[in-house]
């Protein structure tokens, strides 16, 4: 619950953070520091509380991880659900999936950089990359699908093809910026374009 | 200096490591656990070595981190030198560089790995970011000229295109694997393909 006093504490940069904003900040930090570095002290400091007072938001720093963890996967996940649930083709779907995950990752770069970062030292880190794997091994299956459609070339191994497209997607979280001259619905628009044509001139094709 | 007493504790899974072997261990906790979350006590114990035995070996962890990241770096920077010194067009000499640069990855991956994973939380470490960033700023500039040259598209803007080029040659550090079924130089071809060409059958395009 915010009162209008802790929403005003908040705005000059004092105590009075909600779970929200509290989150965010311990995303950036262990984004900054890794998570395996960042004590549940750093975190206290950098928001410029008590850790008692930081523990009276969450239990543990464990938590923090699993919550952003979750908006991460649960996105990604939604995504790639509303494309298999399109009455479409398998390439239309995978075409769906690449745009829905670059404005995934584009809307919650923060908690998706913690998620790509993941060194798997713990059950919950565990966890999220299994969901991790399973997310890629359906995506792979879409590929698969997409060359059986002949709608992909089939001379490239679809978990190859598939690591590769993500390889760009992913590729996001390094180096686009919020503030940055890069529109991200023009991003998602140049990863297909790569993923699919490639950037040989048109003519230079077939 | 190893002497046969030396490399036979060594293969006993025993202290006497000569410096090689020391920071092959240190490369690989350090992408374990990340950098910052590793300790030289940790060092230590993963080697069975006291803390003044590995001493012996390297000035600090510190130093352990800059001869990797000059391993990965220097390699990576001689590709790109060799395919300036081609007498080719921008285009060909790019070509050089994703295959040389797939070639590096898969021969040096503990130490690229490190270098695609550091956070700039030391000197050393700001330093090799710079290096990193001169040397995307370099390819941007082939892209640029096979871009003027007409050799590739134009309507994607080079900075934009040479990071989605690296999203995909740098994700080779995240899956692959050097026992594995993917043969390397067929992953460069792979890169290349998807890069150049794109995924659709060759009769989708232009």
């Not at 779970?19 to 950098?46: H, K, M």
């Not at 464990?62 to 649960?74: G, V």
């Not at 996940?77 to 479409?88: F, I, P």
């Not at 529109?183 to 790569?194: C, R």
Request: aromatic share 4%; no cysteine.
């Amino acid at each position: 619950m915010t009162t209008s006093a802790d929403t005003a504490a908040a705005r000059r940069g004092r105590p009075g953070y909600d779970r929200r904003q509290v989150l965010d900040v311990a995303v950036t930090l262990f984004n900054e520091q890794g998570y395996d570095a960042t004590s549940v002290a750093d975190l206290a400091e950098r928001l410029g509380l008590s850790k008692s007072a930081l523990y009276h938001h969450f239990a543990s720093k464990e938590e923090l991880l699993a919550i952003a963890l979750e908006t991460a996967l649960s996105r990604l996940e939604a995504v790639l659900d509303g494309a298999l649930a399109l009455d479409a083709s398998a390439a239309d779907r995978l075409e769906h999936v690449i745009r829905g995950a670059v404005a995934v990752l584009t809307a919650e770069l923060p908690s998706v950089t913690l998620l790509l970062r993941l060194r798997g030292n713990s059950a919950v880190e565990v966890a999220a990359l299994e969901r991790r794997r399973l997310f890629d091994q359906r995506v792979t299956g879409l590929v698969r699908s997409a060359q059986s459609e002949g709608r992909l070339r089939a001379d490239i191994d679809a978990g190859v093809a598939t690591r590769l497209i993500f390889g760009m997607v992913n590729s996001v979280v390094e180096w686009y910026r919020p503030d940055g001259r890069v529109d991200p619905a023009l991003l998602a628009e140049d990863v297909l374009t790569v993923a699919l044509s490639g950037l040989l001139p048109r003519d230079d094709h077939g």
